[in-house]
């Protein structure tokens, strides 16, 4: 009982300093964008006009196409009543953090900035929590209580080293899909190292639901520092590795495994029809949040699937653009 009072008073004295350094500032800049921000569901047509590129298919009246020879939408009025889930991957490897910030501290900044500002306008949030197994269901509230509670249980949930394991995000995404029946903002908060065939499930929940894949990462996954002999064990399964990281070799190979992983991972993103947004460790959650606001502004002009346009994510840092090699007997 004393260790969960502590959980609730660290969350809440997170989630304060959250309202006055981050949520205030948020809610001044969203509050006239709010409508186009994040949309409703509405069911009442309030008029059709003729199709145009990249409107969805789905709201094709084929009566009225079929009697105008001419492809015509429905057009409903917006429900301002939103529903938004977290589908949080909580698993081993989101602890880690290469300075003072894990991946972890990341997502709950995030979640906690996010859900306060949704529920402050009375929309719900619920949230679908993943460590080695879906295992926590918190079904949609909108109140403050609410995402103290939701803060609470990512911050306390204990850790689990499952040997020969790793992380099926598929299977959080597929429980998804299960639970959310209605249609609703989604946003998969996620450092996407499982094991294959997440991407086919992300894109069937993206056919559904408005979807943003929340991605977490740390620069140090990215580049191996030169720190001399060190021991590596993985955070999901247990294993460890004695390397040299002085190794000149060694490092080229690990860069180049992470450079081939990185280039297939914003493949799939970009293949799921998922909006993305990339937060690292060394990000500043309010220009991050900011940035989150663009990307949506940004959507809402352009109505089109897909990723948020390149100029608006994170500015990839050195190691993901490396100097191509300079050919034999080439001048310096």
């Known amino acids: ?5 502590v959980q609730v008073a660290t969350s809440d ?57 001419q492809p015509y939408v429905r ?22 953090g290469s300075a ?26 619920g949230a679908l929590m993943y460590g080695s197994k879906v295992d926590t269901l918190l079904a949609p509230g909108n109140s403050r209580l609410h995402v103290l509670n939701l803060l609470t249980r990512m911050r306390s949930r204990p850790r689990i080293v499952a040997p020969g394991a790793g992380t099926s995000l598929a299977e959080l995404l597929k429980a998804g899909a299960m639970t959310i029946r209605r249609r609703s903002l989604v946003f ?27 991605r977490l990462f740390d620069p140090l996954e990215m580049a191996l520092p030169e720190i001399g002999l060190v021991t590596l064990e993985d955070a999901e399964t247990g294993e460890q590795l004695f390397i040299d990281s002085a190794d000149p070799a060694f490092r080229a ?14 493949d799939a993103l970009a293949r799921s ?5 990339e937060l690292a460790t060394d990000d500043d959650l309010l220009d991050a949040m900011l940035r989150f606001a663009d990307l949506r502004r940004q959507r809402a002009r352009l109505k089109a699937p897909g990723r948020f346009p390149a100029a608006f994510q994170r500015a990839r840092p050195a190691w993901a653009d490396p100097a191509p090699a300079a050919a034999p007997g080439a001048a310096p």
Not at 1 to 5: F, G
Not at 77 to 82: I, Q, S
Not at 102 to 122: C, E, I, P, Q
Not at 206 to 213: I, L, S, T, Y
């Open 1 to 5: 009982m004393a260790e969960a009072a």
């Open 13 to 69: 004295a997170l989630l304060r300093r959250l309202e006055w350094t981050v949520i205030r500032r948020l809610d001044g800049l969203l509050q006239g964008d709010y409508r186009t921000l994040f949309r409703g569901g509405g069911v009442d047509l309030a008029d059709l006009r003729e199709y145009q590129l990249h409107d969805d298919v789905r709201h094709i009246d084929w009566n009225v196409t079929a009697r105008l020879q």
């Open 75 to 96: 057009q409903f009025t917006e429900d301002r009543d939103l529903t938004a889930w977290f589908l949080l991957d909580l698993s081993g490897s989101v602890d880690f």
């Open 100 to 125: 003072d910030v894990t991946k972890l501290a990341v997502s709950t900044g995030f979640v906690a900035t996010l859900a306060r500002v949704l529920t402050r306008h009375g929309n719900r949030v």
């Open 188 to 214: 998969v908060v996620s450092d996407f190292i499982s094991t294959p065939g997440w991407d086919d499930a992300l894109a069937r929940l993206a056919q559904r639901h408005e979807v943003v894949a929340v």
């Open 253 to 266: 190979r690990y860069h180049a495994i992470a450079e081939a992983r990185e280039a297939e991972l914003r």
């Open 273 to 277: 029809g998922a909006d993305t947004l």
